[in-house]
């Protein structure tokens, strides 16, 4: 790799970075959207119990707002590598067009969980996925911090998500409900 690298993140990358950039932009991608649609057996659930972490879907029309970092060509191939081993659960690079917000378009990449994955869970109720959500734990710390985080950081950077706005809430009521049943 001899230049800089632009990298999409949709997910925990959006408030976890854990790399070097030298700039980090609003942007989104066309033809995607973001779902809780990926098992997660390493960061926020184990194998016996999957939490539920999101990736991109096809949709056509729509699009997927997050935040493209650039990371500097001196880091690129370590930083690649620790994403790559962050992300093993499922997730592959893929090449991508972002388009800034503020305008214009670049190349880069993002980590996506494709339906052929094995930790691939797909759609289900949506009251289904709030409950994994709020019961489910992994080595990263419970899936319920997680959409929290995602959440209030599309928030902060007044990206609405309706299916994470959602679901959020849910999670917010069955795990209040689950601690009064404790
Ligand atoms: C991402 O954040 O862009 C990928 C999904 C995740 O790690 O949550």
């Known amino acids: 790799m001899n230049e800089d690298l632009w990298l999409f993140g949709y997910g925990s990358i959006m408030w976890k970075t854990g790399f070097s950039f030298d700039e980090a932009r609003l ?7 973001r779902r809780f649609w990926q098992g997660s057996t390493d960061h926020r659930g184990t194998e016996s119990a999957p939490g539920r972490v999101v990736t991109l879907i096809d949709a056509p029309g729509e699009i997927c707002w997050g935040v493209a970092y650039r990371i500097p060509v001196g880091v690129v191939a370590p930083t690649i590598e620790a994403l790559d081993y962050r992300e093993k659960g499922g997730y592959t690079r ?70 994470v706005r959602e679901l959020a ?14």
Do not use: M
């Open 27 to 33: 942007g989104f991608i066309r033809g995607r959207a």
């Open 94 to 163: 893929e090449d991508i067009t972002i388009e800034f917000k503020t305008g214009g378009t670049t190349t880069g990449v993002t980590y996506h969980a494709n339906t052929a994955n094995p930790n691939f869970l797909g759609q289900a109720p949506i009251e289904h996925i709030a409950r994994q959500i709020a019961c489910s734990h992994g080595p990263s710390g419970s899936n319920k911090e997680y959409i929290l985080q995602l959440h209030h950081t599309l928030k902060q950077h007044e990206i609405v998500d309706e299916h």
């Open 169 to 182: 809430d849910l999670v917010d009521c069955f795990s209040n409900r689950l601690e009064r049943e404790e």
